[in-house]
C-alpha cells in the first residue's frame, strides 16, 4: 500500500512537472541567429553590411593589399577539355556508335578549341603574375590574382596562381543555376556574394589592374562598371584596363566610333591597352605594378 501511495505521489509530481514545461514559453534564437529574419526583405541592410565587413576583414587578416582581376567568358574551357570533346564527336563518327555529330556539334567543338588559347593564356599570365610577385621577398602579398571564382577564365586565373605557389581570390556569386567555386582557390579566399553589387565593389576597392578575356554579358557588364569608376574617378587610385584578345575586342566594340560620336573623349581611350600575349600583357603590368609599391596600397585607399 505504501509503495502505492509513493508511485502515486511520484506520478502527480511528474505530471505536474510536465504540465509546467508545457506551458514554458520556448527561448527564441537572437535576431542574428534567425534564419526567417536574416532572410527576410527587413534585413537585407544587415546582409549588405555582412558583405562588406567579412570580406574586408578575411582580406585584411590574409595580408592582402593590391589584385590583379580577371575578368572572361566561364564558357571557355581548357585546351585539354576542348580536345577531349573533339575526340568524342570523332569517335561518334568513325565507329558509327550513336548518331554522328551535327553540323553544328562540329561548328561549336572547333570553335571551343578556338577559343581555349585564352583559357590557356590566362592561365599563363596568372601565373608569371604571381610568380613574380612571390619573388619580391618580403612583399610577397604586393599583389595577388583575384577573378569571379567560377570556371571558364576564372578558373584559369586561379590555376595559374595556383601553380605558381601563390594564392588567388575567388569572388563568387549565388546564382539560380548554381555557380561552384573552381578548385584552384585558396580556400581561406574563398568568397560567395549574394549581391551583384557587392561582389563588384570588392572587385574595385583593391584593385590596380584588371584584365579583360573575351567573354559575354557578364564580362561586358564588369568592364563597362570598371570603366565608369576610372572615368569619373571614383576609384580613389590607379588602373590599368588590358583587353586581351584585340582581335574580339575590337570587333565586340568599337570604342573608336564611341569617340568619334562624341559619346566618350578622346582622351577616355587612354586608359585601355589591347594586349595579345602573356608576355606582352606582364610586362606592361610589371612596369606599372614596380611604380605603384611606392604608394599606399590599394584597399587602404576607399572610393571617393
Not at 2 to 26: G, H, N
Not at 185 to 208: C, D, G, S, V
Request: aromatic share 10%.
Amino acid at each position: 500500500m505504501l509503495s502505492a501511495a509513493v508511485d502515486f505521489v511520484l506520478e502527480e509530481t511528474m505530471s505536474e512537472d510536465a504540465k509546467s514545461l508545457a506551458k514554458a514559453p520556448l527561448i527564441p534564437p537572437v535576431a542574428y541567429q534567425s534564419d526567417r529574419f536574416m532572410e527576410s526583405a527587413d534585413a537585407r541592410t544587415i546582409r549588405i553590411a555582412a558583405e562588406y565587413i567579412e570580406p574586408q576583414l578575411r582580406l585584411k587578416r590574409a595580408g592582402i593589399q593590391n589584385t590583379v582581376v580577371f575578368f572572361g567568358s566561364a564558357r571557355i574551357s581548357s585546351r585539354q577539355e576542348a580536345l577531349r570533346r573533339m575526340s568524342e564527336l570523332d569517335i561518334r563518327g568513325s565507329n558509327g556508335a550513336g548518331a554522328p555529330p551535327t553540323a553544328a556539334e562540329l561548328k561549336a567543338a572547333r570553335q571551343a578549341l578556338q577559343m581555349s588559347r585564352y583559357y590557356e593564356d590566362a592561365r599563363e599570365l596568372a601565373r608569371l603574375i604571381t610568380r613574380w610577385s612571390l619573388s619580391l621577398g618580403n612583399k610577397s602579398q604586393f599583389v595577388v590574382v583575384c577573378s569571379g571564382g567560377g570556371p571558364g577564365i576564372m578558373e584559369a586565373a586561379n590555376r595559374g596562381a595556383s601553380e605558381a605557389g601563390g594564392k588567388s581570390i575567388g569572388f563568387n556569386i549565388k546564382l539560380p543555376a548554381e555557380q561552384a567555386p573552381n578548385p584552384y582557390i585558396t580556400p581561406e579566399l574563398n568568397f560567395m556574394f549574394r549581391y551583384f553589387f557587392m561582389r563588384k565593389l570588392w572587385f574595385a576597392q583593391p584593385a590596380r589592374a584588371l584584365i579583360v578575356f573575351p567573354g559575354g554579358f557578364g564580362t561586358m557588364d564588369e568592364l563597362w562598371e570598371f570603366l565608369t569608376l576610372i572615368q569619373t574617378r571614383k576609384m580613389g587610385h590607379r588602373v590599368r584596363v588590358l583587353l586581351y584578345g584585340s582581335k574580339f575586342w575590337k570587333r565586340a566594340i568599337d570604342f573608336n566610333w564611341l569617340s568619334e560620336v562624341g559619346t566618350i573623349s578622346r582622351e577616355d581611350l587612354n586608359v585601355l591597352h589591347f594586349v595579345d600575349s602573356p608576355s606582352q600583357a606582364f610586362e606592361m603590368l610589371r612596369r606599372q605594378l614596380k611604380r605603384d609599391r611606392k604608394v599606399r596600397a590599394a584597399i587602404r585607399q576607399p572610393f571617393p
